[in-house]
């Protein structure tokens, strides 16, 4: 399922990654993303395309009860507002970016991990960032603190899944050209790759995390940041 920008983000690269593999897809926005979907159609995948505002959990009940069996759901709803703290209506802001970063996680993990279980099998992906380990390059204190939160949940559930054959795991990005930080510049001489992300450099580690190849991986927090974090 996918993110605030399906196209052009860390979604829409994740879902032409594992189409790209043979997955068959269901894509998620607050719009539904048919552009996406056309597009993967052609690749001769099955898609299904889906606009609700994941801040619903019964919306978001609801669409992955429609969607059939599961067998990988990646998490990527994002908000980053670029704000300061000082800022007149911030506390507002605050419960947006956590309701939509963390809150919204959980409503879909939640219904994720109730399809999977009568099945005994399934990943669960969250998308974190590295903000969240450790204050980001630019981020602001909500979305620090909500990634924060992401870090933290990804391993509760992580042991709540596994008894019941789900694998959760988590990829928490660095710094990522797309249109959520396109306003933004970056110090690229602080990361010590000598550039920033691209969408498809988050694409295929969360592809990795939703296979086989990750059968034994359970609770972790794949770091991929251009080496600005070394964990």
């Known amino acids: 399922m996918g993110e605030t920008e399906p196209a052009g983000g860390i979604g829409g690269a994740t879902a032409r990654a594992c189409a790209r593999l043979g997955a068959d897809l269901v894509l998620a926005d607050l719009e539904a993303p048919q552009a996406l979907a056309d597009e993967l159609r052609a690749l001769g995948r099955t898609v299904a395309a889906y606009g609700f505002d994941v801040c619903d959990r019964a919306a978001t009940e609801q669409v992955v009860a429609a969607s059939g069996p599961l067998d990988a ?27 939509v970063n963390l809150h919204a996680v959980m409503h879909l993990s939640r219904a994720a ?5 009568p099945r005994g099998q399934g990943k669960i992906v969250l998308v974190s960032s590295v903000a969240g380990r450790m204050g980001g390059l630019r981020a602001s204190p909500h979305y620090v ?10 391993k509760w559930l992580a042991r709540k899944a596994a008894p019941v054959g ?44 939703c296979s086989d190849a990750a059968n034994y991986m359970c609770g972790t927090i794949l770091d991929v940041n251009g080496g600005v974090y070394l964990n």
Not at 80 to 96: I, L, R, S, T, Y
Request: net charge negative.
């Open 166 to 209: 789900v694998n959760v795991n988590a990829l928490a990005p660095g710094a990522t050209a797309s249109a959520m930080t396109a306003t933004q510049s970056f110090d690229v001489s602080g990361i010590p790759l000598g550039r920033m992300a691209g969408p498809e450099d988050m694409a295929w580690p969360i592809a990795f995390l």
């Open 113 to 117: 991990l109730a399809a999977m279980a």
């Open 73 to 99: 759901v990646v998490v990527n709803a994002g908000f980053c507002p670029w704000d300061d703290w000082n800022e007149d209506g911030w506390d507002a802001v605050f419960d947006q970016t956590i309701a």
């Open 145 to 154: 603190a909500a990634k924060g939160g992401v870090n933290a949940f990804v």
